[in-house]
Nanobody
Framework: QVQLVESGGGLVQPGGSLRLSCAAS????????MGWYRQAPGKQRELVAE???????NYADSVKGRFTISRDNAKNTLYLQMNSLNPEDTAIYYC?????????WGQGTQVTVSS
């Protein structure tokens, strides 16, 4: 069974940084793509960043230049480095992995950006 476990969320000041981690139960090579999504209260879940098996990346316009998605294949872990955080980044962040037509989700980790 595929398990994705996020960590690294928390409370941070505007302009600060956080690094989210997503530990996968199996080899991340088995996934066609992995990504980070977020959902703020009262809003739909949105794509933040994604990376394909081949290494191509895609970012939401709102986070370009501030967030960086990366992976460590040896550790089977996906990362999201978040810099220059602002209150609009406050949300629950979810790790996603896709294998063929099946999507897998982590439990989410809360990120709160506030003075």
């Amino acid at each position: 069974q595929v398990q994705l476990v996020e960590s690294g969320g928390g409370l941070v000041q505007p302009g600060g940084s956080l690094r989210l981690s997503c530990a996968a139960s199996g080899s991340i090579f088995s996934f066609n793509a992995m990504g980070w999504y977020r959902q703020a209260p009262g809003k739909q879940r949105e794509l933040v960043a994604e990376i394909t098996r081949g290494g191509s990346t895609n970012y939401a316009d709102s986070v370009k230049g501030r967030f960086t998605i990366s992976r460590d294949n040896a550790k089977n872990t996906l990362y999201l480095q978040m810099n220059s955080l602002n209150p609009e980044d406050t949300a629950i962040y979810y790790c996603n992995a896709r294998r063929q037509v099946t999507d897998y989700w982590g439990q989410g980790t809360q990120v709160t950006v506030s003075s």
